[in-house]
């Protein structure tokens, strides 16, 4: 799976989000400054050829849709962040979370009980 740009990433979510889409659907989705239309375009096509989504013909016009689930997606994603910064332990990125203070403790406590019952 290829890395994905900060803006491709913003236009497989809005293609998460409608499952279906038009560039001009996808194009009002856009949260900040609205692109050109044909910005949007190549940023789908480039997504294409990544083999992130495909699409359907109608005429002229394309309706893509996304080939790569978001869940897959974010199991790619966290895995090689987890390899490349914090040597794939999973106990160094908890703790790096734990010190940066974005997880509390009742949260810790929650994700032992979700483990224990797992087991």
Request: aromatic share 12%; hydrophobic share 35%.
């Amino acid at each position: 799976m290829q890395k994905l740009t900060n803006k491709e990433e913003e236009i497989m979510h809005i293609l998460w989000k409608l499952e279906k889409a038009f560039v001009k659907d996808v194009l009002l989705e856009v949260s900040d400054v609205k692109p050109h239309y044909n910005t949007i375009s190549t940023i789908i096509r480039n997504l294409e050829e990544k083999g992130y989504v495909d699409h359907v013909a109608y005429g002229n016009t394309h309706q893509y849709y996304p080939t790569v689930s978001k869940e897959d997606y974010r199991k790619n994603f966290m895995s090689n962040a987890i390899q490349n910064y914090f040597n794939n332990s999973y106990k160094s990125m908890v703790s790096f979370f734990a010190k940066e203070e974005k997880i509390s403790a009742e949260e810790l406590r929650e994700i032992l009980k979700m483990i224990e019952k797992k087991k």
